[in-house]
C-alpha cells in the first residue's frame, strides 16, 4: 500500500493534497469534509488586512457626520481589527477541536505592524503553522527592484523573531529575477515556499466599457507556470517547495512531486468538484505509486527536478523544437 505521507509547512502530513486557503476553509462545515476527505492540511481562509480597512473606511464613512472626533476614530479602527481578529482566531480554535489534520493560518497585510501583531495573534490561537500570503505588485515605477524586494525579505524577518511555528510563505512570479529571489527566499529560514498565489486580475468588458474582474477560479492548464519554476527550483531551496494554481487532478498533482514539489494547495477543483475531489486525487496517486512500483513519495519525488533532469526541458529547447518543425 502506498504511502502518501509529505513533509511541508514544517510539519508531516499524510497527505501531499493540501487544501488552499479560500472561502472553502473559512468555514467550519466545509473544513471537516475536508479533514474527512483525507487533505494533508488545511489553510484556512486568509486574513486580509486591506478587506479589514475595507470595512473601516465604510462604517467610518457612515459614522464621521455623526461622531467627528478623531480619538472615537481611532478607538473604532481598533474595535474593527479587534472584532476581525477574534472571528478568525475562533475559527482557528474550533477547526483544531473539530478535526485531526494541521491547521495552517494565512494572513495577508501591508504594513509590517500588522504582519507582526495578526501573526502573533494567530499563533496564540494555535495555528500549526502560519502561511505569510505575499503579494505586492511591482507596479511602481518610481520604486527600485531592491525596494520592492526589500518587502518580502523585511516581513519574513519580522514574523520570524515574533512566532516559533513554522512559517510559511505563498508568492507570485512577479519579479525580474525570479530564480534568484526564489532560493534568497529559501534561506531566509522559513519552512516552505508555494509557487504562485492567485489573486484578483482585471479584465475588460468591450460592451460597457469598463475594467471588470476575472474569473477568480483556475483553469486545468494553469498549472505548467508553476510546474516549470518547481522544475527548475526544487535543487536549489534551502526549503521545500509546495505548488499551486491549476491543480485539478491527480495527475497534476504527480507532475508536480515528480518536478520537485513536497506537496499540492488545491482551491479551484473544490469549488467545481467539492471536497469529495480530494479522496479521488489521494486514490489516483496511490494507485500510480503502486503501478510505478513507489512505497513512498519520497521514493519519486524530484525525480524529473533539474538535476536530476536536463535543464533545457523545463527551458526553452523544447519549444524551438517544436516550432522548427515545417508543419504541424
Known sequence: MANLTSQFFGLELKSPVIAASSSMTGDLEQIKKLAQAGVGAIVLKSLFEEEIDAQLQEELSKRKALEPDPEYMDYFDYIIRDENLKDYTSLIRQA?????????????????????????????????ALELNLFALPSDVTKSN????????????????????????KISHYFSNLAGMIQRLSETGVSGISLFNRFYSPDIDI?????????????????????????????????????????????????????????????????????????????????????????????????????????TLYERAQFMKYFSQKSF
Open 96 to 128: 483544531k477541536q473539530a478535526v485531526d489534520v494541521p491547521i495552517v493560518a494565512s494572513v495577508n497585510c501591508v504594513s509590517t505592524v500588522d504582519w507582526v501583531v495578526f501573526s502573533k495573534k494567530l499563533e496564540e490561537a494555535g495555528a500549526d
Open 146 to 169: 531592491e525596494a520592492s524586494e526589500q518587502f518580502y525579505f523585511k516581513t519574513i524577518a519580522e514574523v520570524l523573531k515574533t512566532v516559533s511555528i513554522p512559517v510559511s510563505i
Open 207 to 311: 460592451n460597457q466599457e469598463e475594467v471588470v474582474g476575472a474569473d477568480v477560479l483556475s483553469n486545468p492548464s494553469d498549472y505548467l507556470m508553476p510546474l516549470r519554476w518547481t522544475g527548475i527550483m526544487a535543487s536549489k531551496t534551502a526549503c521545500p517547495l509546495a505548488a499551486t494554481t491549476g491543480v485539478h487532478s491527480a495527475e497534476t498533482a504527480i507532475k508536480f512531486l515528480l518536478a520537485g514539489a513536497n506537496a499540492v494547495q488545491i482551491a479551484s477543483v473544490l469549488y467545481t468538484n467539492g471536497a469529495a475531489v480530494v479522496t479521488e486525487m489521494n486514490q489516483q496517486i496511490a494507485a500510480w505509486m503502486d503501478e510505478k512500483g513507489y512505497s513512498s513519495v519520497a521514493d519519486f519525488k524530484g525525480k524529473l527536478a533539474v538535476g536530476e533532469a536536463d535543464a
